[in-house]
């Protein structure tokens, strides 16, 4: 949406570049200076104001872009109640800028030209208020059966890390639902994993192509998986760009990266990490219980014999050298 940034500071730079031009016109006509020096003040003066809402037009163009992005991602998951309450959110805004223009008409030359942008930020304050506290509101109405509005106003997306991907466990996690959102998939972590498949080394080719055919079961199954195609060139390390992705977002990270775990939560970013899941997930097994396992191969001391959980946890089996192969029922004496 790059293109509402382009709009913006456009529409700016003629607002800005008409309204120093009546503004000169209006100061000059009260002075005696020859014709050719007033042409030259006017031709600056509407050069600078251009100039000035070319600059001012960048930053509102990135905040009008930034709630485009929460709206395209939030309409297809929020109630019809919170888009109407959104629209009369808005339709108050342009009625407060209503109101506001009044004082505007009175402002002698400029006053016309800040219309636009009075009610463009009239528009987008209430607009954006309501958004994020729509159930609030809804609440005040009577309207009992809406969800609780949290800080941020809807569930965050989660942006997938390239270790995640090729890590797999996600593929597994996603459609027991307990990961709420979209799913981001950013192209330059799909270009990662590619480069990663390519690879020559046997090992990391392997991780590479388990990472694609994650990211194919995924598209697959009803994952709410969406490919982003944004990239930024003046990052050069994945970590970073993904960092601020999920910022812009406002969304967390899923990953199984024990560095970038560290260094998003350091800028603020939070991180869903799946090796912290999966260790919060592992079944708690005590002294004297007894279980129910296959000894697949044989210990490193002398007739032992090895065993493996559901969750991957490994069981060293006293006497199990010679019951490779079979199914025992075993005593728990410790754990480690």
Request: hydrophobic share 50%.
């Amino acid at each position: 949406m790059i293109w509402l940034v382009l709009i913006t500071r456009l529409l700016l730079a003629l607002v800005g570049g008409l309204g120093a031009y009546r503004a000169a016109v209006w100061i000059l006509d009260r002075t005696s200076l020859s014709r050719s020096y007033e042409m030259l003040l006017i031709g600056l003066a509407a050069l600078v104001g251009a100039v000035i809402g070319l600059l001012i037009g960048g930053p509102l163009g990135r905040q009008f872009q930034r709630l485009g992005g929460v709206l395209d991602r939030a309409t297809a998951k929020v109630s019809a109640a919170a888009l109407f309450i959104t629209a009369i959110g808005l339709v108050v805004g342009l009625g407060i800028g209503a109101l506001g223009s009044m004082a505007l008409f009175r402002l002698p030359v400029i006053g016309i030209y800040l219309l636009p942008l009075l009610f463009m930020f009239t528009g987008y304050i209430f607009a954006y208020v309501a958004f994020r506290r729509h159930a609030d509101i809804a609440r005040l109405f009577g309207l009992k059966n809406l969800p609780a509005s949290s800080g941020r106003g809807m569930v965050s997306p989660k942006v997938l890390d390239t270790s995640a991907i090729i890590d797999a466990r996600i593929g597994d996690i996603v459609p027991t639902l307990f990961l709420e959102g979209e799913l981001i998939l950013p192209g330059f972590v799909l270009e990662e994993l590619q480069s990663i498949a390519d690879s020559t080394e046997p090992l990391r080719r392997a991780r590479g192509r388990r990472g694609l055919e994650c990211v194919e079961a995924l598209r697959a199954g009803e994952s709410r998986l969406v490919i982003l195609d944004r990239d930024y060139p003046g990052l050069g390390e994945v970590d970073a760009k993904l960092i601020k992705l999920a910022k812009e977002l406002d969304a967390k990270i899923v990953t199984t990266d024990f560095n970038l775990n560290k260094v998003a939560q350091i800028q603020g970013v939070e991180v869903l990490n799946v090796n912290n899941l999966a260790n919060a997930l592992k079944p708690v097994v005590l002294p004297g219980e007894s279980l129910h396992v296959r000894v697949v191969r044989e210990g490193k001391e002398e007739d032992q014999g090895v065993a493996y959980l559901d969750d991957g946890t490994m069981v060293v089996i006293e006497g199990g050298r010679y019951r490779v192969g079979q199914e025992v029922v075993v005593e728990v004496t410790s754990v480690l």
